[in-house]
């Protein structure tokens, strides 16, 4: 069975740090781009931040120098490093993998950024 499943998340409070991981099982991840997307309450979801199988990245503006994907191919896990959190941060975080017709989603991690 295919599957993402993402940890990490919690409440924390402005200005600190959460790391999260989505870990794949039943698909190799290496050639897959992997992704991070955020939904807020009564919002769109919006991508955060991709990383391609080459190690291309690319962010949304609002993140940029705050937030930091990787990943780890032999630990089939991608990462999102999260520093300087802000409430305006606070949404559920999806792990996404694409490659050609292949789009996987984790089912979500609650982050909250408490002022």
């Known amino acids: 069975q295919v599957q993402l499943v993402e940890s990490g998340g919690g409440l924390v409070q402005a200005g600190g740090s959460l790391s999260l991981s989505c870990t794949a099982s039943?698909?190799?991840?290496?050639?897959?781009?992997m992704g991070w997307y955020r939904q807020a309450p009564e919002k769109q979801r919006e991508l955060v931040a991709r990383?391609?199988?080459?190690?291309?990245?690319d962010y949304a503006d609002s993140v940029k120098g705050r937030l930091t994907i990787s990943r780890d191919n032999a630990k089939n896990t991608v990462y999102l490093q999260m520093n300087s959190l802000k409430p305006e941060d606070t949404a559920v975080y999806y792990c996404?993998?694409?490659?050609?017709?292949?789009?996987?989603w984790g089912q979500g991690t609650q982050v909250t950024v408490s002022s």
């Open positions: 039943g698909v190799a991840l290496s050639i897959f781009k």
């Open positions: 996404n993998a694409k490659y050609i017709r292949v789009d996987l």
């Open positions: 990383i391609s199988s080459g190690g291309n990245l």
